[in-house]
């Protein structure tokens, strides 16, 4: 049984406990949270779990044997580390942290204490992602092209905490939302990225963050994949992924209105998929590593260098030159002796 404490019980929080109730191996034994409100309103859904008016306290329970960091992007670093210190395995939800040296201190704090750190990019559990996946890695399209994924919706601004707002706190869409893009696309390109093209701004809000991000990103593989993210104020939802191979294509969406189809003689076919809930398969994948002793999916490595590949799209919109990744046309090798995880398509 892997214990689980959730550090922050706003809606995330709350829904990464409702997936953890509907695993049979995975529980959650404790939550904390500064604000006494979210306290009382865990407690009422979930009366047999331990409360801690901070993390320090929550991170002393000996009961707990992983912790869910589910506050603002700005704490996820700091929060981590101690968690991981104290010897506790740890979720932390995307984006992971704010610089890349945050990144490597959460990895090596991770490696230091001999636990298993993840991101909580999701993206791979969700059913239509799952089933484009399986497609793609059976081989029948032929090698991948080209893929472009998009993420159009409304940024909800009324809605948002100032953090958010914020790109000094790691707010703003690009951040937020497109995080996920890049992690669905360069998991369906399979390979690591070498460069970086990117517009970054704020066009339909007022804020101190951006609202839309549009980048082309070149894998070591010589796939290139475009990444479109729009928060709008007024529009309508869109959040498909477009896959060109060279003998048919694949269009999907896991949001909305979701659907897989296959593109090959001159038409378009739908394709049944499993439903899944992306936070309890997510949950199910991490127990597992803990327990058998894999790298998990979305590991700190990876998430890193997704955090990586966002830096460099905002430093290109801002020198209006192609990045290249510091990697640059060297592949880098796994760090460790762990074996990876014994499912197919979650790599």
């Known amino acids: 049984m892997l214990r689980v404490g959730i550090v922050g019980l706003g809606g995330i929080g709350f829904g990464h406990a409702r997936a953890i109730a509907g695993l049979a191996d995975v529980q959650v034994v404790a939550a904390a949270d500064l604000l006494d409100a979210p306290r009382q309103k865990f407690r009422a859904a979930y009366p047999a779990t331990a409360l801690y008016p901070n993390h320090r306290e929550l991170l002393r329970d000996a009961q707990v044997d992983a912790v869910a960091i589910t506050l603002g992007h700005q704490l996820h670093h700091r929060l981590s580390v101690d968690a991981l210190n104290a010897g506790k395995h740890v979720l932390v939800e995307k984006p992971m942290a704010l610089s890349l040296a945050q990144c ?3 990895v090596e704090a991770a490696r230091r204490n001999g636990v298993q750190l993840v991101v909580g990019l999701n993206q791979r559990y969700l059913g239509p992602n799952r089933k484009a996946k399986e497609i793609l ?6 090698p991948l092209i080209t893929a472009v994924t998009y993420s159009q919706k409304n940024w909800s601004i009324a809605n948002r905490r100032p953090q ?13 939302s497109g995080v996920h893009m890049v992690d669905r696309l360069s998991w369906f390109v399979g390979s690591q990225a070498i460069k970086v093209k990117a517009r970054i701004g704020t066009k339909s809000h007022y804020q101190a963050a951006d609202d839309y991000g549009v980048a082309f990103i070149d894998y070591k593989s010589g796939v290139p994949g475009i990444v479109v993210c729009v928060g709008y104020r007024d529009g309508a939802p869109y959040f498909a992924t477009e896959l060109v191979c060279a003998q048919g294509a694949i269009r999907l969406s ?9 593109g090959r003689g001159e038409r378009w076919e739908r394709v049944p998929f499993e439903q899944t809930d992306g936070f309890r ?8 590593a803990i327990q058998e ?3 998990p999916p979305a590991s700190g490595v990876w998430g890193r260098h997704m955090m990586e590949i966002l830096f460099a799209a905002e430093q290109s919109s801002l020198s209006g030159r192609e990045v290249e990744l510091r990697g640059g046309a060297h592949w880098f090798a796994q760090e460790t002796d762990e074996v990876v995880a014994p499912e197919h398509g979650v790599y």
Request: proline content about 0%.
């Open 104 to 106: 490597d201190a959460m």
């Open 254 to 262: 896991g949001s909305g209105d979701e659907f897989v189809e296959v």
């Open 281 to 288: 398969e997510e949950w199910r994948m991490f127990a597992r």
């Open 164 to 176: 958010y707002r914020s790109r000094m706190h790691g707010g703003g869409y690009w951040l937020n």
């Open 293 to 295: 002793g894999f790298e």
């Open 137 to 142: 890695d059976g081989g029948d399209l032929g």
